[in-house]
């Protein structure tokens, strides 16, 4: 694999780990708000960052290159209210779409047609993941910030497995 290439995916795992990271920080302050179903809804999606890390963990490691486990970085990020909350993870959705992007701008530069068909998986993932971010940021918009206002919304998070 192309170096360039292979230093981004590799990065990316890192990226995808932060973002577990990120999510779980977020379903803390869900559970300390009352809101388990937001809590439980994150910490899903926590777990679905981890698959993402092992999916290109594993291609490198298929394709024959190394992986470094770098370091994870804290998460600094504290909402003040749900609605910052939903709107940090939205924002964070659309900043590892241009990630991914930016691997997709190499593996298509060095003609490295394998990485472009792993990564048309992440490609999709990525639109539904910001779908959802931002379908996310509508309702709370709309419901309101407290847990009283989410508490309907808040039962029918609580489904997601
Ligand atoms: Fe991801
Ligand atoms: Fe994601």
Redesign the pocket.
Known sequence: MNKKTAELLNAQVNK?LY?AYLYLGISKFFSRQNLPGFASWYKVQAE??QE?AMKIYDYLLDEGEDVELSEIAAVKFIPKDALEAVKEADRHEHY?TAEIEKIMDAAVKAKDYRTQLFLNWFIT?QAE?EKNSGDMCAKVEILGNSAKDLWHLDRELSSRK
């Open positions: 995808e973002s679905e960052e993402h590892i993932e993941e």
